[in-house]
């Protein structure tokens, strides 16, 4: 009983005092590395710091009250709650303590903890839900309902459904939007218009169409004739948002308004409108894509009305171009990524149907006692391109450094794989984090090389991400990194004997998650990321920790849904989740106390591809040939 409370001491110290200090502290220490305009406002802050302060001391309140328990993943209440404040937020106290984090930056005025430290808050706690949380409630109380949406079904939503999506939806999305301008202009932005769009005229009555977007959203909540529709819209949202505001961030296309002298009064309103926004977060025209989505859910409504709809949502993509308020391609822009939401399951499936077929692939050929096997050619690409980018982010005359860490990370891999999961059915595997530890070490090893080692781990970082996705695809067909069972419409079915599914577990033929697909789309987005901040001339140590921080939090959350049975797990998590969480600590730790110059300019040449090519071969080798008679270690894949 005494460690039982000796625990639960130290780890609400961990969370309560501990982490709170070290956040504070990494804001300090990477104050002059970011340079983003500071958001100083005491009713601002102290409005979001009161919120958020409020929403932690009522979930924590009501955790203890109707759960029985401490806000503690390892000693977790032993009642499920879902009254108080839990009716109207499933986690208040993560919301509650980002809340709290953003307003205390903005009260203090820091750069660095509004933008680097709030937003890294908020994804650790999504990473956290969803790389954890969601999976241990569904294990001690069986299925969980989802408060923020409503459910699909064909009954009238209630007025708190249709209020919600206002609250858990619109707002945020106001929130991201406001955020985003509130960053400026990017230093090296650029207008999408084409030359004959800047002659074009300003029509100032077609205001009262772009104006009418605003009143065309809110009334999609308001005239959702079912729940489903309503969730639908609200989805579609969702990921319109995870779509777009990426997209403004990685690309720095901007819409300044073309030039003109109001002459009517919804000249004047469009002059005002002007005022309220600025020229960023312009690709893709979210006034296009609100107003597309809120065409489909009128359109449910009133079946007979349809063109009419989307005749006005046609009206207002238009309106975004004769208003000056953006340009063609913003349009363009828009309309895509509408369609790519309301299309998502159509895109999902394919995209499953492919990885499937990927999955199932497996070929190989014998010459004597060596076998080449065809996976081995995707981790070879995978090295090919990432060492061609890195090449290219280092520059000609620090190539043998990049080389020589490149070869650490295969060492690295084979030697971490071989201790972890090494046995008589895996002699041979390969584990991402041991390439990782490898490619650090032998980043140290670059000034014999007359390299900063914060250019070749910077370099790493930046092809890293291509590495991974490309390699992904590697684990499809050799069926390792897989996922647990998954509902028909998500999984893969893994059928081919060879493949560690079926010689393994006793799910072959048996829907699984798509892990290694989850892994690509994560690195997607961590690739873009990445870029931005090398194109942005960012120190070196930055870019670097950020990439630790971002592929950390995304395997933690990928390691979740995966089920290969040798991996071992320690205090309720898997031990890649705690290699995850050692890697954003390590990557805090190179934002907060690195030292480097700033990241080099971008020059895609000849030079790096002969070596990037041997690279490649080596890979293809190392990961896809083998000795398969042979019971040595390190001789058989399979």
């Known amino acids: ?221 308001l005239l959702a004739r079912t729940r489903g529709g309503l969730r639908a819209f609200s989805v579609r949202a969702l990921w319109a948002m995870v779509v777009a505001f990426p997209l403004y961030l990685a690309i720095p296309l901007v819409a300044p308004p073309r030039p003109f002298t109001p002459q009517t009064l919804p000249g004047r309103l469009l002059a005002w409108e002007r005022t309220l926004d600025g020229p960023a977060a312009a690709f893709p025209s979210f006034h296009v894509i609100w107003a597309l989505l809120a065409a489909e859910v009128l359109a449910r409504r009133w079946p007979r009305l349809r063109w009419i709809c989307y005749g006005w949502a046609a009206l207002i993509a238009a309106s975004c171009v004769t208003t000056g308020q953006h340009p063609v391609v913003d349009v363009l822009g828009g309309a895509a990524a509408a369609v790519l939401v309301v299309r998502g399951a159509s895109l999902w499936n394919a995209i499953r149907r492919q990885a499937e077929r990927i999955a199932n692939s497996w070929q190989e050929w014998r010459t004597g006692p060596v076998r080449v096997i065809n996976h081995g050619a995707y981790a070879g690409a995978g090295a090919l391109v990432a060492l061609w980018i890195a090449g290219a982010g280092a520059g000609a005359g620090h190539l043998t450094a990049i080389f020589v860490a490149a070869g650490t990370v295969v060492v ?143 395997r933690f959350v990928e390691e979740a849904w995966r089920g290969e049975p040798q991996t071992p797990a320690f205090l309720r998590l898997r031990l890649y989740q705690w290699s995850a969480v050692a890697s954003v600590v390590a990557g805090a730790l190179m934002t907060a106390l690195g030292e480097s110059g700033a990241a080099p300019a971008l020059r895609f040449t000849w030079d790096p591809l002969p070596a990037a090519v041997l690279s490649g071969v080596v890979v293809t080798i190392a990961m896809g040939v083998d000795f398969p008679e042979s019971n040595r270690r390190f001789s058989r894949l399979v």
């Open 412 to 554: 690295g891999a084979a030697l971490w794989a071989q201790m972890i999961e090494g046995s008589p059915q895996l002699l041979r595997p390969y584990g991402f984090y041991g390439g990782l530890l490898g490619g650090t070490l032998g980043a140290v090893a670059a000034p014999l090389f007359d390299t900063s080692p914060w250019l070749v781990l910077g370099a790493f970082s930046l092809g890293g991400p291509w590495a991974q996705a490309l390699g992904r695809l590697r684990c499809l067909v050799q069926g390792c990194c897989h996922g647990r069972p998954a509902p028909e419409d998500v999984g893969i079915r893994y059928q081919h004997p060879r493949l560690r599914v079926c010689r393994m577990t006793a799910w072959k033929g048996v829907p699984l998650h798509p892990t290694p697909v989850y892994s690509i789309l994560w690195n997607g987005l961590v690739a873009l990321a990445v870029t931005r901040l090398w194109t942005l001339a960012t120190p070196l140590h930055f870019i670097a920790g950020m990439y630790f921080i971002l592929t950390g939090l995304g």
């Open 1 to 221: 009983m005494a460690l039982n409370w000796l625990g639960k001491v130290l780890y609400g110290a961990l969370f309560a005092i501990v982490l709170p200090a070290a956040l504070v502290a990494w804001a300090k220490a990477t104050a002059d590395t970011v340079r983003l305009p500071a958001v100083a406002s005491l009713p601002l802050g102290l409005t979001a710091a009161a919120a958020g302060s409020l929403l932690l001391l009522l979930g924590m309140a009501h955790l203890w009250t109707y759960g029985g328990g401490l806000p503690m993943n390892a000693y977790p209440p032993p009642r499920y709650v879902a009254r108080g404040v839990f009716r109207l937020l499933p986690h208040p106290i993560y919301t509650g303590f980002c809340l709290l984090c953003a307003g205390v930056s903005i009260v203090a005025g820091s750069a660095s903890g509004l933008w680097l430290v709030s937003p890294m808050v908020a994804l650790g706690c999504a990473a956290l839900v969803l790389g954890y949380e969601r999976h241990d409630l569904r294990e001690r109380f069986g299925s969980i309902p989802d408060r923020l949406l409503p459910a699909p079904g064909p009954e009238r939503p209630s007025g708190a459904e249709r209020l919600a999506c206002f609250v858990f939806v619109l707002l945020p999305w106001l929130a991201l939007y406001e955020a985003v301008l509130a960053l400026g202009t990017p230093p090296d932005a650029i207008t999408g218009a084409l030359s004959f769009e800047s002659r074009l005229p300003v029509l100032e009555w077609t205001e009262l169409i772009y104006a009418s977007a605003y009143v065309f959203t809110a009334l999609a909540p």
